[in-house]
């Protein structure tokens, strides 16, 4: 069963920087696209960055300059580099992964369950 797994996500002051890494597990053929999303408290969840298989990238604006997101297909993993922090930027963080698993199905969505970025001095 393909599972994504958060990792890198903590407590950082104004101004400072974290790495978040998503793992992906699980009888896994290839993976499409690969996305962070986050869900602030009482807001909708947003699409942060995605980045393609070849490794095209697309940001949100308020991250653009600030995040850098990469990815090690060898190691089914996507990373999510966050510089300048800043108070905005607290939220819980999701992985999403567009992930083949079966020569028989076509891709299907997959998440992690998020891990908790807080910007706070």
């Known amino acids: 069963q393909v599972q994504l797994r958060e990792s890198g996500g903590g407590l950082v002051q104004p101004g400072g920087s974290l790495r978040l890494s998503c793992a992906a597990s699980?009888?896994?053929?290839?993976?499409?696209?690969m996305r962070w999303y986050r869900q602030a408290p009482g807001k909708q969840r947003e699409l942060v960055a995605s980045i393609t298989h070849d490794g095209t990238t697309n940001y949100a604006d308020s991250v653009k300059g600030r995040f850098t997101i990469s990815r090690d297909n060898a190691k089914n993993t996507v990373y999510l580099q966050m510089n300048s922090l800043k108070s905005e930027d607290t939220a819980v963080y999701y992985c999403y992964g567009d992930v083949r698993a079966s020569p028989l199905r076509r891709s299907q969505d997959y998440w992690g369950q998020g891990t908790q970025v807080t910007v706070s001095s």
């Open positions: 699980g009888g896994i053929i290839s993976i499409n696209d």
